[in-house]
């Protein structure tokens, strides 16, 4: 396939459906990724990103990382803003008690070594396995293409889980012929498989990251997971547990953002969003000028790489 990147150079580009490279050339660049520029090197894996997301799209080949997967982790974002207060705490209360650890005087869940204390930027989280039934993962994933996140965020916003935006999802999921028979509380239960136990990841140098674990209360899937949270504490504020949904909603929907701005197009409307997503991503959006502050709350944004979106992808 030919790829046109964002500096309007042609990539000719081969992918198996294991989404391994078999082919890749430019002659605006050198062939060897120590002789281009950090930018030129950034153009390149991006065009790779997208051929692979082309693939899985076109063909329906399994080409993308599970937790890189902007479907899967809308998916697994849909599942969490559905939960009642109860449900968020039965799933991601370890995360939340977690997190509350680092900024107030309560005990951790797991306890973190002293280099994880000292270091920055510390990420807590718990893996997300999705429903392995793959014919209702595929007809939920086709409400990334409707504003029903949205009105699903602002339900996690309000605490609003009183059953009318989940009556308006049961609506939706009745008009696209997905069979929606246990009541609308248990919806995003029958979207996750399992949780993974709580976790604590940090960078002990560039090359190097470090974590501890919690012990699992339960056996999890042999595989990857299907989204994979990674929330900073100094950059949440809750003290609600509707404060802690809306934060995780928020945080997955900056990492679906973030698997379409790394691969050089547009998000959908709706994942147009500021705040932290991908860990390293930040780094990027930080240091390197070609990508705008995505992480940050209070950027001015006026590039979505609308320009360079092949006009079926926007939305």
């Given at each position: 396939m030919s790829v046109i990147d964002n500096r309007g150079s042609e990539h000719l580009i081969e992918i198996n459906e294991n989404g391994e490279i078999k082919y890749h050339e430019c002659e605006d660049y050198a062939d060897n990724a120590a002789d281009r520029t950090v930018m030129e090197n950034e153009h390149n894996n991006q065009v790779r990103r997208f051929a692979r997301y082309h693939v899985y799209l076109e063909r329906g080949y399994d080409t993308l990382n599970p937790s890189r997967n902007p479907d899967r982790i809308a998916t697994a974002m849909l599942a969490v803003a559905s939960f009642i207060p109860d449900q968020v705490r039965q799933h991601f209360g370890d995360t939340r008690q977690q997190l509350r650890s680092h900024v107030e005087n309560s005990k951790p869940v797991v306890d973190e070594p002293r280099d994880a204390r000292q270091a920055d930027l510390r990420r807590v989280g718990q893996d997300i396995y999705l429903s392995s039934e793959k014919d209702f993962i595929s007809s939920i994933e086709e409400l990334t293409?409707?504003?029903?996140?949205?009105?699903?965020?602002?339900?996690?916003?309000?605490?609003?889980?009183d059953g009318t935006q989940l009556n308006e999802l049961q609506d939706t999921l009745a008009e696209m012929d997905v069979d929606f028979t246990e009541s609308a509380?248990?919806?995003?239960?029958?979207?996750?498989?399992?949780?993974?136990?709580?976790?604590?990841?940090?960078?002990?140098?560039?090359?190097?990251?470090?974590?501890?674990?919690?012990?699992?209360?339960?056996?999890?899937p042999d595989r990857e997971p299907d989204a994979r949270p990674q929330m900073i504490a100094d950059f949440y504020d809750f003290d609600t547990i509707e404060g802690f949904q809306e934060d995780l909603v928020h945080h997955l929907r900056c990492q679906v953002r973030d698997c379409y701005i790394e691969m050089g197009i547009a998000p959908p409307e709706a994942f147009r969003v500021l705040g932290p997503g991908f860990y390293e991503?930040?780094?990027?959006?930080?240091?390197?000028?070609?990508?705008?502050?995505?992480?940050?709350?209070?950027?001015?944004?006026?590039?979505w790489q609308e320009e360079h979106t092949p006009e079926g992808l926007l939305g």
């Open positions: 293409e409707t504003d029903l996140y949205q009105q699903l965020e602002a339900a996690a916003t309000t605490g609003a889980s509380a248990h919806f995003g239960d029958s979207l996750i498989e399992a949780v993974g136990p709580v976790g604590v990841r940090w960078e002990e140098s560039q090359e190097t990251d470090k974590d501890v674990t919690a012990d699992s209360s339960q056996p999890l991503n930040i780094g990027w959006y930080r240091h390197h000028e070609f990508y705008p502050d995505y992480y940050n709350y209070h950027a001015e944004i006026d590039d």
